[in-house]
């Protein structure tokens, strides 16, 4: 029997989340919460999701826009093994309230501080340590894609300190309320920024430090690493490294892509639904040592590349796979992830 999964706050994360929940073969959507009859909710139903609401005050709007909805959030949480909660940020203590009325798991995004849960997520870091836990916080897309090359870094040659500038997005393409800019904002100005910090609610022990610019953009962040590392090795043994890494995508440059809008265009011509890439992109050219120091460039696609993290924090959860590689083999083949 396939295991029950509810989305609470189907909007850029939740509604990626649900998609690849339903691709793979041990896990089914039982039922998607929105507050609004939106085009997403419209397009979720014509996917054969089951649509909840997230309150009764709120049904009357979808019947008089003609649309069904199935209950409440209440209902759809009785018939749920666990639920992803990707609504917008800070409201997870109300709702972690609800989640435990109804004795049902449950996982939160990188909006959400790690206290919420207590247990902050990486799938190749610390899959084994989720088994069977009742709640679970993935990272952020910015420390998803950090861990993802600090952790095997540190794991075969030690870190002794990493220093990452992070230039964000500023906003989510749909995002129209907070964007365009035309700026270079310190974010935080007070420095340093946040990520740090929330590397470490993973790999503690690691001496980190970031700042972030956000940028005119709203297509990927960009990351530019610096690392000095305990031992020796090589630019090609950093490469070999990070290419036999899952969730990894090394390219060159000089196939023409120099820029995080050539990354996009890669995603498409890939055939990835909504131009997603699920992976870290690492440019290959760009791994150097400079004075023993480590530097490399990767670009992080914000809107996507928590989705398989989401897939196996459910699998590890659930007690479905007991082995973290498993799981990142079996969710990325479902999705079509090739690294
Ligand atoms: P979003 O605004 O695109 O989607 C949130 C959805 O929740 C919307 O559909 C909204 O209608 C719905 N919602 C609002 N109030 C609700 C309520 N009370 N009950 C149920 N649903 C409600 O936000 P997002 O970008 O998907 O972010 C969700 C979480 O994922 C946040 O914690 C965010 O920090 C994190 N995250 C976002 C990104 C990103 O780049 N967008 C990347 C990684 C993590």
Redesign the pocket.
């Known amino acids: 029997m396939k295991a029950k999964v509810a989305i609470?706050?189907?909007?850029?994360?939740?509604k990626r989340v649900a998609d690849a929940v339903s691709a793979q073969d041990d896990m089914e959507i039982v039922g998607v919460?929105?507050?609004?009859p939106s085009f997403?909710a419209r397009i979720a139903a014509g996917k054969g999701y089951d649509v909840y609401v997230?309150s009764k005050e709120n049904i009357d709007s979808f019947n008089k826009s003609g649309m069904e909805v199935r209950g409440t959030i209440d209902e759809l949480l009785d018939k749920a093994d666990i639920v992803v909660d990707?609504?917008?940020?800070n409201?997870g203590e109300e709702y972690k309230k609800l989640y435990q009325k109804h004795r049902v798991k449950a996982m939160?995004?990188?909006?959400?501080d790690h206290a919420l849960a207590g247990f902050s997520f990486n799938s190749e870091a610390n899959y084994e340590d989720a088994l069977g836990l009742d709640f679970a916080r993935i990272v952020?897309?910015n420390t998803t894609g950090l861990i993802r090359v600090l952790y095997p870094l540190d794991k075969k040659y030690g870190i002794r300190k990493a220093r990452v500038t992070l230039m964000r997005r500023a906003a989510?393409p749909g995002d129209i309320k907070k964007g365009p800019i035309n700026a270079l904002v310190p974010d935080p100005v007070k420095l340093p920024s946040h990520h740090g910090p929330d590397v470490n609610s993973i790999l503690p022990d690691i001496d980190i430090t970031s700042v972030g610019v956000k940028t005119s953009t709203t297509l990927m962040h960009l990351h530019a690493v610096n690392i000095e590392l305990k031992e020796t090795c090589s630019e090609d043994d950093v490469i070999s490294l990070l290419g036999e890494r899952p969730r990894i995508m090394l390219i060159n440059s000089k196939d023409g892509i120099k820029s995080t809008a050539q990354v996009m265009e890669l995603a498409k011509d890939m055939g990835r639904p909504r131009g997603d890439i699920w992976e870290n992109i690492v440019w290959k050219d760009s791994v150097s040592f400079d004075r023993g120091e480590l530097y490399l460039f990767q670009a992080i696609h914000?809107?996507s590349d928590?989705v398989p993290e989401n897939v196996d924090a459910i699998r590890a959860m659930l007690g479905l796979e007991a082995d973290g590689g498993k799981s990142i083999l079996k969710t990325n083949k479902a999705l079509g992830i090739t690294a």
């Open positions: 609470n706050g189907y909007g850029t994360i939740g919460v929105k507050t609004r997403e997230n990707a609504t917008p940020g409201l939160w995004q990188g909006g959400e952020s897309c989510d914000q809107e928590v």
